[in-house]
């Protein structure tokens, strides 16, 4: 029996939505299949990491007994072995337990998880693991890059500037100007790495765009303006696949448009705006498929498998789009290349079960470990001999 290491918590503002991905669309689902062994592995709020099946509660965290259990517990460590082994002090004196991981299961979103930080590590652990590999996670979790690649490709997106932050500190004007010059109110300024809608704002004159580049300023050392979609309605796809990615449905989030996407309604409602529509997911309600004229929601589908390949996504992502609904215009917007809950609700409309989406992310995860084994990392030189 293979042991997958589920990994989540981690140093994000994401971190209580990952305890809920991981429990709840991982651990339960891949435990139920009974075919694995599943290792917990919970990444604190210090960055310390703990291994243990008392994680697998969500009560712990729910009660908040999280903090009393972690102040009695002891780290784990991992071991580099040409693969990762967790190692944890075993409760008889001096003894240890140690457990080899097979592969890993990042569930963790934001920075140091999503961001591609894991994937790093995991590459160096020599292990294969779910989801998107350390590049596409890289360019994901930037959305000026993400934007630049897909508009190199052709993708429309939504026209933007940006700048990062020794620039805008060495002359705050420039951005701000070649906002004026290049873009046309209203504009989104966003920092280009954070989620959950954190510090981004909708401005509509030159002082309302000050006043939120240096907020964005404040959260992150790159920062972007983009021009607002009108009329807009948003849609988003999860896709599972490596090589021949297969799209769930368009999903649409159930909320006014000018009352934009932001943390609260994202997840501390229950979805009230929507309530006695749509189905209830990881992040409210909202219209599973969306409702789109045939036509549209092609073109909706086609560019968000577009940019999945484009960024060389894995596993699985989740591609967002903004369309125009008067012009019929589709724009790019981000890709999550980590889906909360693994949107697992939409991927049940679609015709697969929570079982089935998470059997499936590890046998991809073992084909592309495969393919890169395959690749040639070894160059024999006569190079030493020299010395
Ligand atoms: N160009 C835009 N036009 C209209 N609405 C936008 C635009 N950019 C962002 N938004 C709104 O702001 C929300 C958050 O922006 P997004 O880029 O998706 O960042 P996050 O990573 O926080 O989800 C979107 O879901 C959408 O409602
Ligand atoms: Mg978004």
Redesign the pocket.
């Known amino acids: 029996m293979k042991t997958i290491a589920v990994l989540f918590g981690g140093r994000s503002t994401e971190h209580d939505v990952s305890i809920v991905t991981a429990l709840g669309s991982i651990i339960k689902p891949l435990e139920l299949t009974k075919q694995y062994k599943v290792e917990a592995v919970y990444i604190a709020k210090d960055g310390a990491w703990y291994w243990d099946e008392k994680l697998k509660d969500i009560s712990l965290f729910s009660s908040g007994g999280i903090k009393e259990w972690l102040h009695r517990a002891h780290p784990a460590s991992v071991q580099f072995d040409g693969g990762l082994t967790l190692v944890k002090a075993s409760g008889i004196a001096g003894r240890k337990t140690s457990r080899k991981i097979d592969i890993a299961f990042p569930a963790m979103h934001g920075t140091y998880g999503e961001d591609g930080s894991l994937m790093g590590l995991l590459r160096l652990a020599n292990i294969p693991f779910v989801g998107c590999d350390m590049d596409a996670s890289v360019l994901s979790m930037d959305k000026v890059l993400a934007k630049l690649v897909a508009q190199a490709h052709g993708v429309p997106t939504s026209p933007m500037c940006f700048a990062n932050k020794t620039d805008f500190e060495r002359n705050p004007r420039t951005l701000a100007d070649e906002c004026e010059k290049k873009l046309k109110y209203p504009l989104f300024v966003k920092p280009a790495h954070l ?1 959950s ?1 954190i510090a981004i704002t909708r401005v509509v004159n030159r002082k309302e765009l000050e006043s939120a580049l240096e907020v964005a300023f404040h959260y992150d050392d790159k920062v972007l303006a983009e021009e607002a979609i009108g009329n807009l309605k948003e849609v988003t796809l999860p896709i599972l696949g490596n090589d021949e990615p297969r799209p769930a449905l368009l999903e649409s989030p159930m909320t006014k448009p000018e009352e934009f ?1 932001d943390f609260e309604t994202k997840y501390m409602q229950g979805g009230k705006k929507g309530a006695g529509k749509g189905t209830k997911g990881s992040q409210g309600y909202s219209e599973v498929p969306a409702d789109l004229p045939k036509d549209l929601y092609a073109k909706a589908e086609k560019i968000g498998l577009d940019v999945y390949r484009l960024l060389g996504c894995a596993g699985t992502a989740r591609v ?1 789009m903004l369309i125009d609904t008067k012009t019929g215009k589709v724009f790019f ?2 890709v ?1 290349p980590l889906p909360g809950s693994l949107y697992a609700h939409n991927w049940n409309k679609a015709g697969v079960s929570g079982t089935e989406l998470v059997q499936t992310l590890i046998r991809l995860a073992e084909e592309r470990w495969q393919a890169v084994r395959q690749q040639n990392t070894v160059f024999s030189t006569n190079y030493l001999q020299q010395f």
């Open positions: 989620g809608s996407f967002d917007n981000e999550n």
